[in-house]
């Protein structure tokens, strides 16, 4: 197992402290550190879809208004 050092203001470690009271704090920081390690990846897959997206969309032709009311239309028959 690793040991990590950071820095932290004394407010932020008070309330921690505070807050988890009673609790293996080493414990507390991995699964914090692991949820922020996944919103990060989520945050990234984000990204990358709406790139995706916008990239599909440059290569497409615009449609207009009246054939998509036109293929609405033609479902419904």
């Given at each position: 197992m690793?040991?990590?050092?950071?820095?932290?203001?004394?407010?932020?470690?008070?309330?921690?402290?505070?807050?988890?009271?009673?609790?293996?704090?080493?414990?507390?920081?991995?699964?914090?550190?692991?949820?922020?390690?996944?919103?990060?990846?989520r945050k990234q897959r984000h990204r990358e879809a709406i790139a995706n997206i916008l990239a599909r969309r440059a290569e497409t032709e615009p449609v207009t208004e009246e054939e998509i009311r036109a293929a609405r239309e033609e479902l419904r028959s």
């Open positions: 690793a040991t990590v050092n950071y820095s932290v203001p004394d407010e932020i470690k008070d309330a921690f402290n505070a807050a988890y009271q009673g609790q293996n704090k080493s414990a507390v920081i991995a699964e914090l550190m692991m949820e922020a390690v996944e919103r990060a990846a």
